[in-house]
């Protein structure tokens, strides 16, 4: 019998056999050829993927907060505004990144399974001078989906930057950073992206790169300086050897094909891919008779979804049933509402199949604390609405 559980949480996830496969290969030097190819090729994939082909590209090891700290340690300087967008736990940790950082921080925080109103977030802009400001994609904490266009065009309306913090999005929500004029695009590797945790990405536009160089005080960050950085990237992208910090050779190598793997899908079908699952997913959810946090179905995100316990479960126990099935799910994560709900994470290389198991899980979970619902009837929901 094969001894793993299907990995259904909202990162990790499951990935690609090739991708695998990539992880295990010889560790090369950081300098020899071909990983200097490798590296290269992964900058410029990220510029498809994120679709910003004027954008700076860098790949760092480290998680998807580094990625937070870096595009926000280089951009802002002490006493300056910034503005948070939050849709949940994740907003709540840029704020305390940027107070790290000396920045004076405003944050606008959306109730519970909704999503901040533009007129409140123009209003704050007009009433002093922001920086910049963040935005979460996808709040993991409540699988709230926030639409970034509108944002960043009040944004560049204020002469603003705008972050978009896409570690639960990027590679499978709709993304034009060039043509929405987003800023710095960030994520972790191992969400959507389809790569072990590991690698901390990002994208940060011409605008913010000439802020960045135009600073009067230094970065107060010295791993995550672009100074330290930017030559690097500047250096593979050129195939030029360079080192600053080693970096991870596998782990990139793994990039490197996940990003070719969606690259030749393309990003506008890989996207469409996961809004067609998460719409069927959601329907299969719904006909249980359960409820999702997100309160209306155009900002429920697609790489993920919360859902309420029903009434008078036994928590604890329907996760481990579900685990005992096979299927890793993630409980609940938003301080207020912790133990009423779980989440699932159907992103990156994700198949039909994985998402029949899982409700498949759901549902034996359920019948065993003998809750009332049509046995297989979230199972022909899905598959029925994932064509
Ligand atoms: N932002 C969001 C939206 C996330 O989902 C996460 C991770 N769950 C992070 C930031 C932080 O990423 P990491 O755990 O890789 O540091």
Same mark, same amino acid.
């Given at each position: 019998?094969?001894?793993?559980?299907?990995?259904?949480?909202?990162?990790?996830?499951?990935?690609?056999?090739?991708?695998?496969?990539?992880?295990?290969?010889?560790?090369?030097?950081? $300098?020899?050829?071909?990983?200097?190819?490798?590296?290269?090729?992964?900058?410029?994939?990220?510029?498809?993927?994120?679709?910003?082909?004027?954008?700076?590209?860098?790949?760092?090891?480290?998680?998807?907060?580094?990625?937070?700290?870096?595009?926000?340690?280089?951009?802002?300087?002490?006493?300056?505004?910034?503005?948070?967008? &939050?849709?949940?736990?994740?907003?709540?940790?840029?704020?305390?990144?940027?107070?790290?950082?000396?920045?004076?921080?405003?944050?606008?925080?959306?109730?519970?399974?909704?999503?901040?109103?533009?007129? #409140?977030?123009?209003?704050?802009?007009?009433?002093?001078?922001?920086?910049?400001?963040?935005?979460?994609?996808?709040?993991?904490?409540?699988?709230?989906?926030?639409?970034?266009?509108?944002?960043?065009?009040?944004?560049?309306?204020?002469?603003?930057?705008?972050?978009?913090?896409?570690?639960?999005?990027?590679?499978?929500?709709?993304?034009?950073?060039?043509?929405?004029?987003?800023? $710095?695009?960030?994520?972790?590797?191992?969400?959507?992206?389809?790569?072990?945790?590991?690698?901390?990405?990002?994208?940060? &536009?011409?605008?913010?790169?000439?802020?960045?160089?135009?600073?009067?005080?230094?970065?107060?960050?010295?791993?995550?300086?672009?100074?330290?950085?930017?030559?690097?990237?500047?250096?593979?992208?050129?195939?030029?050897?360079?080192?600053?910090?080693?970096?991870?050779?596998?782990?990139?190598?793994?990039?490197?094909? &996940?990003?070719?793997?969606?690259?030749?899908?393309? #990003?506008?079908?890989?996207?469409?891919?996961?809004?067609?699952?998460?719409?069927?997913?959601?329907?299969?959810?719904?006909?249980?008779?359960?409820?999702?946090?997100?309160?209306?179905?155009?900002?429920?995100?697609?790489?993920?979804?919360?859902?309420?316990?029903?009434?008078?479960?036994?928590?604890?126990?329907?996760?481990?049933?579900?685990?005992?099935?096979?299927?890793? #799910?993630?409980?609940?994560?938003?301080?207020?509402?912790? @133990?009423?709900?779980?989440?699932?994470?159907?992103?990156?290389?994700?198949?039909?199949?994985?998402?029949?198991?899982?409700?498949?899980?759901?549902?034996?979970?359920?019948?065993?604390?003998?809750? @009332?619902?049509?046995?297989?009837?979230?199972?022909?929901?899905?598959?029925?609405?994932?064509?």
């Amino acid at each position: 019998m094969k001894n793993r559980k299907l990995l259904m949480i909202p990162g990790p996830i499951e990935m690609d056999p090739a991708v695998l496969r990539a992880i295990g290969e010889v560790t090369t030097s950081h $300098v020899a050829p071909n990983f200097i190819e490798s590296f290269g090729k992964s900058l410029e994939l990220m510029r498809n993927i994120w679709e910003s082909p004027k954008g700076q590209p860098f790949i760092v090891a480290g998680s998807g907060t580094l990625a937070m700290d870096m595009a926000v340690s280089n951009l802002i300087e002490p006493n300056e505004n910034a503005l948070v967008i &939050s849709t949940g736990y994740f907003g709540e940790r840029y704020k305390n990144i940027l107070e790290t950082y000396g920045a004076n921080v405003t944050i606008l925080q959306a109730e519970i399974g909704e999503t901040v109103s533009l007129e #409140i977030i123009e209003k704050e802009l007009a009433s002093k001078d922001y920086k910049l400001l963040t935005i979460t994609h996808v709040d993991t904490s409540t699988g709230v989906l926030t639409d970034p266009k509108p944002i960043a065009e009040i944004a560049q309306k204020h002469n603003t930057l705008s972050i978009l913090d896409g570690v639960c999005a990027t590679a499978g929500e709709e993304t034009l950073q060039d043509n929405w004029g987003i800023d $710095v695009v960030l994520t972790g590797s191992q969400k959507a992206i389809g790569v072990p945790p590991g690698l901390a990405l990002l994208v940060v &536009s011409e605008r913010a790169m000439h802020v960045w160089k135009e600073r009067k005080t230094n970065v107060q960050n010295y791993y995550g300086s672009f100074h330290n950085w930017l030559p690097i990237m500047t250096a593979y992208e050129e195939r030029r050897p360079s080192y600053f910090g080693t970096p991870p050779v596998n782990l990139i190598r793994a990039l490197e094909v &996940s990003l070719t793997l969606i690259d030749k899908e393309g #990003i506008a079908n890989r996207v469409k891919n996961h809004i067609k699952y998460a719409n069927a997913f959601r329907k299969a959810v719904l006909a249980l008779g359960l409820e999702i946090v997100p309160k209306k179905e155009a900002i429920a995100a697609n790489t993920m979804t919360a859902i309420y316990y029903p009434k008078n479960i036994d928590a604890a126990q329907f996760r481990k049933d579900i685990a005992d099935f096979g299927v890793i #799910i993630a409980g609940g994560l938003h301080a207020e509402i912790k @133990n009423l709900y779980f989440r699932v994470g159907h992103m990156g290389a994700i198949t039909k199949s994985d998402i029949v198991a899982t409700l498949s899980a759901i549902e034996s979970a359920l019948e065993k604390q003998n809750y @009332n619902f049509k046995s297989g009837v979230s199972v022909g929901e899905f598959l029925s609405n994932s064509n």
